[in-house]
């Protein structure tokens, strides 16, 4: 099955590529690579929160964050596909990095992050299998509340 096939199987539709907010490109191949630069829960050119991940008042809930990284994640394999001429020329997912702002006693980085990894998994099979770290930060860009950097393979 398709990579497209398989986004229409599951009712999700890319987003358009997130403009950068910086000098840099949303991604840049290499060879059979693709790497994207972080990628943030951009919705209709906006982020749906912002602030720090953590349980209590005024923090973003781990379970709120989860659903940021998957979308950042959806972003980031839209910025990949749109300089390989589509989705259906990348063949898997070879690493993810995921960036969580979070206040210092919130541990549950992973968790966050597992909402890039499932919906690799749910879109490559065993393709979206990949490297993988969480790390815990004290800010991230335009306040967003997750960040992804993704290396795709491609054909």
Do not use: C, W
């Not at 997912?93 to 499932?118: C, D």
């Amino acid at each position: 099955m398709t990579v497209s096939a398989r986004l229409a199987e599951l009712g999700i539709e890319l987003p358009p590529v997130a403009a950068p907010v910086a000098a840099y490109v949303p991604a840049v191949r290499h060879g059979d690579l693709v790497y994207t630069s972080g990628q943030l829960p951009m919705v209709s050119g906006a982020l749906p929160a912002t602030g720090k991940v953590g349980e209590g008042h005024g923090l973003v809930p781990a379970s709120d964050a989860q659903s940021y990284a998957r979308q950042s994640a959806l972003n980031a394999l839209a910025a990949a596909a749109a300089i390989v001429d589509g989705v259906d020329n990348i063949t898997g997912v070879l690493k993810l990095t995921g960036f969580v702002a979070s206040v210092p006693e919130f541990t549950g980085q992973p968790g966050v992050i597992n909402g890039a990894s499932v919906v690799f998994g749910e879109i490559f099979g065993d393709a979206g299998v990949h490297a993988r770290s969480a790390v815990g930060v004290p800010v991230l860009p335009l306040d967003a509340p997750v960040e992804v950097e993704v290396v795709f393979t491609v054909a």
